[in-house]
Protein backbone atom coordinates (compact mmCIF):
# COMPACT_ATOMS: atom_id res chain seq x y z
CA UNK A 1 0.00 0.00 0.00
CA UNK A 2 1.01 3.53 -0.89
CA UNK A 3 -0.09 6.90 1.15
CA UNK A 4 -1.25 9.28 -0.86
CA UNK A 5 -2.64 11.91 1.29
CA UNK A 6 -4.89 13.03 3.56
CA UNK A 7 -4.64 9.31 5.09
CA UNK A 8 -5.46 7.44 1.70
CA UNK A 9 -3.56 4.56 0.71
CA UNK A 10 -3.55 2.87 -2.50
CA UNK A 11 -2.95 -0.25 -3.65
CA UNK A 12 0.50 -0.56 -6.38
CA UNK A 13 -2.05 -3.43 -8.61
CA UNK A 14 -4.67 -0.80 -8.49
CA UNK A 15 -2.84 1.56 -10.97
CA UNK A 16 -0.26 -0.70 -12.90
CA UNK A 17 0.17 0.01 -16.17
CA UNK A 18 1.13 -3.32 -17.08
CA UNK A 19 -0.22 -7.01 -16.97
CA UNK A 20 -4.03 -7.76 -16.58
CA UNK A 21 -5.16 -4.12 -16.19
CA UNK A 22 -3.34 -3.29 -19.72
CA UNK A 23 -4.30 -6.30 -21.40
CA UNK A 24 -8.30 -5.26 -20.53
CA UNK A 25 -7.40 -1.53 -21.67
CA UNK A 26 -6.37 -3.53 -24.88
CA UNK A 27 -9.04 -5.71 -25.90
CA UNK A 28 -11.88 -2.69 -24.08
CA UNK A 29 -10.17 -0.52 -26.95
CA UNK A 30 -10.28 -3.36 -29.83
CA UNK A 31 -13.59 -4.41 -29.46
CA UNK A 32 -15.04 -0.44 -29.35
CA UNK A 33 -12.69 0.08 -32.39
CA UNK A 34 -13.67 -2.88 -34.13
CA UNK A 35 -17.56 -2.21 -33.44
CA UNK A 36 -17.27 1.43 -34.84
CA UNK A 37 -14.94 0.24 -37.95
CA UNK A 38 -17.69 -2.72 -38.89
CA UNK A 39 -20.51 -0.72 -38.29
CA UNK A 40 -19.31 1.98 -40.93
CA UNK A 41 -17.93 -0.76 -43.53
CA UNK A 42 -21.04 -2.43 -43.31
CA UNK A 43 -22.87 0.83 -44.35
CA UNK A 44 -20.59 1.51 -46.67
CA UNK A 45 -21.00 -1.94 -48.34
CA UNK A 46 -24.53 -1.89 -48.53
CA UNK A 47 -25.00 1.81 -49.51
CA UNK A 48 -26.82 3.03 -46.99
CA UNK A 49 -28.43 6.28 -48.48
CA UNK A 50 -26.59 8.88 -45.85
CA UNK A 51 -23.54 7.30 -46.10
CA UNK A 52 -23.18 6.96 -49.83
CA UNK A 53 -24.47 10.35 -49.86
CA UNK A 54 -21.73 11.77 -48.29
CA UNK A 55 -19.46 9.71 -49.86
CA UNK A 56 -20.26 11.20 -53.56
CA UNK A 57 -19.90 13.72 -52.10
CA UNK A 58 -16.62 13.95 -51.33
CA UNK A 59 -15.69 12.78 -54.66
CA UNK A 60 -15.89 9.11 -53.53
CA UNK A 61 -17.01 6.65 -56.62
CA UNK A 62 -19.93 3.73 -55.49
CA UNK A 63 -16.99 1.00 -55.94
CA UNK A 64 -14.67 2.92 -53.66
CA UNK A 65 -17.11 3.73 -51.10
CA UNK A 66 -18.05 -0.25 -51.07
CA UNK A 67 -13.49 -0.95 -50.85
CA UNK A 68 -13.72 1.08 -47.88
CA UNK A 69 -16.03 -0.31 -46.18
CA UNK A 70 -14.78 -4.15 -47.34
CA UNK A 71 -11.32 -2.84 -45.92
CA UNK A 72 -12.92 -1.52 -42.68
CA UNK A 73 -14.95 -4.50 -42.27
CA UNK A 74 -11.43 -7.01 -42.69
CA UNK A 75 -9.96 -4.18 -40.67
CA UNK A 76 -12.60 -5.12 -37.82
CA UNK A 77 -12.01 -9.09 -37.94
CA UNK A 78 -8.42 -8.30 -37.95
CA UNK A 79 -8.10 -6.32 -35.07
CA UNK A 80 -10.32 -8.72 -33.05
CA UNK A 81 -8.37 -11.98 -34.62
CA UNK A 82 -5.21 -9.69 -33.37
CA UNK A 83 -6.37 -10.42 -29.47
CA UNK A 84 -5.20 -14.16 -30.27
CA UNK A 85 -2.71 -13.50 -33.26
CA UNK A 86 -1.17 -9.79 -32.24
CA UNK A 87 0.13 -10.04 -35.73
CA UNK A 88 -2.98 -9.31 -37.21
CA UNK A 89 -4.24 -6.51 -34.81
CA UNK A 90 -1.07 -5.13 -35.92
CA UNK A 91 -2.00 -5.27 -39.81
CA UNK A 92 -5.39 -3.79 -39.46
CA UNK A 93 -3.64 -0.86 -36.93
CA UNK A 94 -2.01 0.08 -40.00
CA UNK A 95 -4.01 -0.32 -42.45
CA UNK A 96 -6.86 1.80 -40.32
CA UNK A 97 -4.46 4.18 -40.15
CA UNK A 98 -3.98 4.49 -43.94
CA UNK A 99 -7.76 4.42 -44.51
CA UNK A 100 -8.00 7.22 -41.67
CA UNK A 101 -5.20 9.87 -43.15
CA UNK A 102 -7.30 9.14 -46.84
CA UNK A 103 -10.51 9.82 -45.11
CA UNK A 104 -8.86 13.08 -43.44
CA UNK A 105 -7.72 14.10 -46.94
CA UNK A 106 -10.94 13.60 -48.52
CA UNK A 107 -12.81 15.53 -46.22
CA UNK A 108 -10.25 18.53 -46.23
CA UNK A 109 -10.28 18.79 -49.85
CA UNK A 110 -13.63 19.42 -49.47
CA UNK A 111 -13.23 22.15 -46.86
CA UNK A 112 -15.34 20.07 -44.38
CA UNK A 113 -12.96 21.71 -41.58
CA UNK A 114 -14.10 24.98 -42.03
CA UNK A 115 -17.92 24.11 -42.50
CA UNK A 116 -19.54 24.12 -39.42
CA UNK A 117 -22.21 21.70 -40.71
CA UNK A 118 -20.03 19.47 -41.85
CA UNK A 119 -17.43 19.19 -38.80
CA UNK A 120 -19.26 16.39 -37.07
CA UNK A 121 -18.92 13.93 -39.98
CA UNK A 122 -14.85 15.46 -40.52
CA UNK A 123 -13.90 15.16 -37.13
CA UNK A 124 -14.85 11.50 -37.03
CA UNK A 125 -11.39 10.57 -38.58
CA UNK A 126 -8.86 12.32 -36.69
CA UNK A 127 -9.91 10.95 -33.38
CA UNK A 128 -10.39 7.23 -34.98
CA UNK A 129 -7.12 7.85 -36.39
CA UNK A 130 -5.82 8.87 -32.26
CA UNK A 131 -7.54 6.07 -30.87
CA UNK A 132 -6.07 3.79 -33.61
CA UNK A 133 -2.73 4.91 -33.02
CA UNK A 134 -2.86 4.83 -29.28
CA UNK A 135 -3.83 0.99 -29.91
CA UNK A 136 -1.13 0.28 -32.43
CA UNK A 137 1.08 1.98 -30.22
CA UNK A 138 -0.12 -0.14 -27.01
CA UNK A 139 0.27 -3.72 -29.15
CA UNK A 140 3.81 -2.44 -30.54
CA UNK A 141 5.03 -1.80 -26.88
CA UNK A 142 4.26 -5.70 -26.06
CA UNK A 143 1.73 -4.50 -23.26
Do not use: W
Request: aromatic share 6%; proline share 3%; charged share 15%.
Amino acid sequence: MTPIGCGLMLSERSFSFGGESMQAVIVTLTGLLALVFLAAGLQKVFQSRAIASNMRRLGASRGLTRLIGALEILGAIGIVAGIRYPVAAIAATIGFVLLLVGAIAFHARAGDYGRRTRRNDAFAPPVLLILTGVLGALLLSGA
